[in-house]
């Protein structure tokens, strides 16, 4: 009569390990993307310009894409007909504002907080919006208690980002702009609880994709032309071919978190996100460095210390199992 508890535990168990994994290879892939959006915004010198080359090339792709896959296509048609007919609320589709806003806030608020402060204010946003999220149960996992180890978990990740920038955040003034990449740590954990939502419609991680990509395509479009009509057009668009493809990354980042939520639920998927971006953030620094940048021990704490969150914040609730 055990074997079978046993056996839907064990599974449970692979599931949402190997969910984890998929968070941190995502989290690397978003390290890189970042890496190459940064260099592209510093050649535009227009960080918001460089969003929109992003997130419109994503787009572009994606629907290339979608006309040749029937199954993106028919999510695509099961998103429309659940929000005919109330299965999916509109606001669930609107994810991809909160990426948006996360790019708008780099381009506000990195330069004058610096990136190690910015870095530590979108991961607490990030974390704390997560416990709640999970708990209220606007992801496709459904509700999650709020447990011990996973909020013990939420506290050591950020003090596992602390540890890691620790050089950087040194001298950084902090000011009223640290709530700008707050909130849009916030805005994260919702955006991946929401689009796991309209992935659970679509049956399809690129339908869920191309509504993210869409939506938030458009946002950037709107301030960028704000931002044209105040400072006027960039300058030329740089040779580099590798620069653009940061929205192809970005079909990576987005579509993986969609696919993988339900397996880990909101809290956790933004944890192992964010060790994966540490992870492969350092990984760039040793192998493909910028000029006249070290990797200081610190750093490798805290990539270390960010496993150690996301196992601890893994921890299975036993009071619901039971």
Not at 266 to 276: E, F, I, N
Request: proline share 4%.
């Amino acid at each position: 009569m055990s074997a079978q508890p046993d056996s839907g535990s064990r599974s449970a168990a692979r599931s949402r390990g190997l969910g984890m994994l998929g968070a941190v290879v995502v989290g690397v892939v978003l390290a890189v993307q970042s890496r190459l959006n940064g260099a592209l915004g510093a050649q535009l010198h227009d960080g918001l310009a460089a969003a929109l080359i992003s997130f419109g090339s994503g787009l572009v792709v994606l629907l290339i894409a979608t006309s040749f896959m029937p199954v993106a296509r028919a999510g695509l048609r099961a998103v429309r007909d659940a929000l005919r007919g109330g299965g999916l609320r509109w606001w669930q589709c609107l994810g991809g504002v909160a990426g948006g806003f996360l790019v708008f806030g780099q381009g506000l608020s990195a330069a004058a907080l610096g990136v190690a402060l910015f870095t530590v204010a979108v991961v607490a946003g990030q974390v704390g919006s997560g416990l709640v999220v999970d708990r209220v149960g606007l992801g496709p996992a459904g509700p999650q208690r709020v447990t011990s180890p996973r909020v013990v978990g939420a506290v050591l990740a950020v003090i596992a980002v602390l540890v890691a920038v620790w050089d950087e955040l040194t001298g950084s003034g902090a000011s009223w702009l640290i709530l700008v990449p707050a909130l849009a740590g916030i805005g994260v954990a919702w955006q991946q609880a929401v689009n796991g939502r309209v992935k659970q419609t679509a049956g399809s991680p690129a339908a869920a994709a191309v509504i993210n990509f869409g939506v938030g395509a458009v946002g950037l479009l709107l301030a960028w032309l704000v931002e044209v009509a105040a400072r006027g057009l960039p300058s030329g668009l740089p040779a580099q071919p590798w620069l653009y493809i940061g929205g192809v990354l970005g079909i990576f980042v987005i579509g993986g978190a969609a696919a993988l939520v339900h397996r880990t639920g909101v809290l956790v998927l933004s944890m192992g996100m964010v060790a994966g971006q540490l992870l492969g953030a350092l990984l760039l620094d040793l192998f493909v460095p910028a000029p006249g940048t070290a990797v200081p021990v610190t750093t490798v704490i805290g990539v270390g210390l960010t496993f150690v969150a996301v196992a601890v914040a893994s921890i299975p609730d036993r009071t619901a199992r039971a």
